[in-house]
């Protein structure tokens, strides 16, 4: 009852001071409780990214480098050309490295047991898929292994390309 006195007791100025730092008070404590709800939000979502969307974007990335090798080789079998042999050369070398790395940056994605299967499977067509484009770009670069360099595309690469595709539709979901 000693407060309630206290209170009634107070001047005008007293009482709208002590309501604004009340208020203030009051403000400050939902802020920092906001803030660190924020904080929290945002770690939770670059976890998400780190951990699921940036894996996404490497996969689409392998399999667009893959698809490219593929289809350079197949232009380099219908032209039959020093220059889209060339071409061909380029592209699926030049993708190895960068497919690589993005395989061992994907490898290393913590995962639970059933993506880890997929995303090993997805390797194993991967590896096969770079196997036999730098075979058939070996044909290719040996002169007149046009006809092999075609029949491993049609006969290996693009099998393994379409089950690499389904794979990754798998590992979306």
Known sequence: MGIFMNISNMSIKAKLFATLGLLSTIMCIVGVVGFAGMRAT?????????????????????????????????????KQDPASVSAAVDAVKGNADKIKELWSKLDKVAVDDDQDKIINRFGTNCNAILDISMNAVGELQAGGGFDKAEKAMLEQARPKYDQLTGIVDELKK
């Not at 939770?44 to 593929?70: A, H, Q, Y």
Request: proline residues 3%; charged residues 30%; aromatic residues 6%.
């Open 42 to 78: 945002s770690h939770e979502l670059d976890n998400m990214f780190e951990g699921r969307l940036l894996p996404s974007s490497w996969v689409d990335e392998i399999v667009t480098k893959e698809r490219k090798g593929i289809e350079a080789i197949e232009l380099a079998t219908i």
